[in-house]
């Protein structure tokens, strides 16, 4: 069972910066495909970023490329979303997830398909003023 744990999140002003973290309890974190979700208010959950278990694909949502980088780092059993140029509609409450799904981590490709992962984390919420 992977535990994971949010941190990060906060209130920030349209343009601003949040780095969000998630760390994993298991040694094994090396072989999970990892993702970013998000869900505002009365809004679907839905698809952040998504890194391969290598860290050597990543997968974005259309409406933060170019401004969100999504990284992992094994020795420290963690995975990072760094958030720029933050948009009020970036307002959410941001998960972390875990899959080790055969087929992803065969072809070493993130994934976006939120039915694809198996651990969540419990969240932390991102508020953007404008």
């Known amino acids: 069972q992977v535990q994971l744990v949010e941190s990060g999140g906060g209130l920030v002003q349209a343009g601003g910066s949040l780095r969000l973290s998630c760390a994993a309890s298991?040694?094994?974190?090396?072989?999970?495909?990892m993702g970013w979700f998000r869900q505002a208010p009365g809004k679907e959950r839905e698809f952040v970023a998504g890194?391969?278990?290598?860290?050597?694909?990543?997968d974005y949502a259309d409406s933060v490329k170019g401004r969100f980088t999504i990284s992992r780092d094994t020795a420290k059993n963690t995975v990072y979303l760094q958030m720029n140029s933050l948009k009020p509609e970036d307002t959410a409450v941001y998960y972390c997830a875990a899959t080790a799904s055969s087929y992803y981590n065969r072809f070493d490709l993130p994934v976006s398909d939120r039915y694809e992962y198996d651990y969540w984390g419990q969240g932390t919420q991102v508020t953007v003023s404008s």
């Open positions: 890194i391969s278990w290598s860290g050597g694909s990543t």
């Open positions: 298991e040694r094994t974190f090396s072989t999970y495909a």
